[in-house]
């Protein structure tokens, strides 16, 4: 089945949203997890993972196991430097649900929450959101599976050539 137009609607937002962040290098988490938007800021060290959401419900298992795998897939960056904004776009009537969703997976992942949030973005639409803290150095390697789609992730400590 292919992605309704809301859907698609939704991802755009989240895209566009992780852009003004200044994340802007498309990446990948490894095989079998694709996230709507995965987009990396490397000089900042901040990672957007996004999900729209049109047909799934907060209450979905398969939802609840698939956003658990992304939080565990994203762990090795944050003891690496990373900051991770974890944004859902879904039915405003939702909202509620998806911050607690959310708020409990972080917790029982024993993540470090910085800060919480939601926005309207549209009629029906609302993004929840999570940012959770880097638990490891600014200045450790980015060694992890977190794989811009062409290359890997530049290490901010490089030289710059050019």
Known sequence: MSPSRLHEERVDILDQLSRLAGCTVRCTLGPGLLPDVLLAHASSRLLFLGEAKRSETPGNIETERRLRRYLRAVRPLQRHGYAIRLAV???RS????????????????????????SADVGCAERVVWLDLLPT????ASPRSSLQPVSRRL???RAPRHG
């Open 89 to 91: 776009c879904g039915d």
């Open 136 to 139: 490891g150095s600014l200045l």
């Open 94 to 117: 939702e909202a509620a649900k998806w911050s607690k969703l959310l708020s409990r997976l972080a917790a029982s992942e024993r993540l470090a929450v910085s800060v919480s949030g």
């Open 154 to 156: 530049p290490d901010p």
